[in-house]
């Protein structure tokens, strides 16, 4: 699932923008590593050049999934999240107010930012409204739900969705735990819902029938 619907890394490739990719550097981690913390002093804005990362909030045992950015997705340091390779990891990083002064100067830019950052906001409020008053099952369908919409494949009469993670990162993401998370989905497996396919591949025979039991 793209976080943001919008790839800087094309907007970057823009020969109007030239200045602008000159104020990034690349830096590149490895998977599972901690990019940034909650406490980090630096005030960076990012770019996923390669790889994915998790951004999420932890409060003592508790880890609360904001989002996964791939590749062209845009974050920030100061927004006081945690931010984890998910895979092996290049971004382009560069210190806000180098990346203001272009803003101003690139009206182009400005305007892929705002959308940027007005898509973050959205995702953000609906993944606390989720975490707030329903439960795993229903926040495991609506993602199955979104992915099919936003990435599914026709095949027959339904789709064919690759989730592209783990059970234990899709857990992760929703807020729940590995063996809740794969129940789940074999629990929908056997409803009709999907039929499964490999790993982390499925099979949706009806998307109709999906919005109806994500609506109930």
Same mark, same amino acid.
């Given at each position: 699932?793209?976080?943001?619907?919008?790839?800087?890394?094309?907007?970057?490739?823009?020969?109007?923008?030239?200045?602008?990719?000159?104020?990034?550097?690349?830096?590149?981690?490895?998977?599972?590593?901690?990019?940034?913390?909650?406490?980090?002093?630096?005030?960076?804005?990012?770019?996923?050049?390669?790889?994915?990362?998790?951004?999420?909030?932890?409060?003592?045992?508790?880890?609360?999934?904001?989002?996964?950015?791939?590749?062209?997705?845009?974050?920030?340091?100061?927004?006081?999240?945690?931010?984890? %390779? @998910?895979? +092996?990891?290049?971004?382009? !990083?560069? /210190?806000?107010?180098?990346?203001?002064?272009?803003?101003?100067?690139? =009206?182009?830019?400005t305007r892929t930012m705002v959308r940027v950052l007005g898509n973050i906001l959205q995702n953000t409020f609906s993944i606390i409204g989720g975490l %707030? @008053?329903? +439960?795993?099952?229903?926040? !495991?369908? /609506?993602?199955?739900?979104?992915?099919?919409?936003?990435?599914?494949? =026709?095949?027959?009469?339904?789709?064919?969705?690759?989730?592209?993670?783990?059970?234990?990162?899709?857990?992760?993401?929703?807020?729940?735990?590995?063996?809740?998370?794969?129940t789940l989905l074999n629990d929908m497996v056997r409803a009709g819902f999907m039929e499964k396919r490999g790993r982390g591949r499925f099979h949706i025979?009806?998307?109709?029938?999906?919005?109806?039991?994500?609506?109930?």
């Amino acid at each position: 699932m793209k976080f943001t619907g919008v790839n800087l890394l094309d907007e970057l490739g823009r020969d109007e923008l030239g200045e602008l990719r000159n104020v990034f550097r690349e830096r590149a981690w490895s998977k599972g590593a901690i990019i940034f913390d909650a406490d980090e002093t630096d005030n960076l804005v990012f770019i996923i050049a390669e790889g994915r990362v998790r951004v999420y909030l932890a409060y003592e045992d508790k880890e609360f999934t904001l989002g996964i950015l791939g590749p062209g997705d845009l974050y920030a340091t100061h927004a006081g999240c945690y931010v984890q %390779a @998910f895979d +092996d990891t290049r971004l382009l !990083l560069a /210190d806000v107010q180098s990346v203001k002064r272009c803003m101003t100067e690139m =009206p182009v830019f400005t305007r892929t930012m705002v959308r940027v950052l007005g898509n973050i906001l959205q995702n953000t409020f609906s993944i606390i409204g989720g975490l %707030a @008053f329903k +439960d795993i099952y229903d926040r !495991l369908m /609506d993602y199955i739900l979104i992915e099919a919409q936003d990435n599914g494949v =026709p095949e027959g009469d339904g789709l064919t969705i690759s989730l592209g993670l783990t059970t234990e990162q899709l857990a992760q993401l929703l807020g729940a735990t590995r063996q809740t998370v794969s129940t789940l989905l074999n629990d929908m497996v056997r409803a009709g819902f999907m039929e499964k396919r490999g790993r982390g591949r499925f099979h949706i025979p009806s998307l109709d029938a999906l919005k109806r039991a994500a609506a109930g």
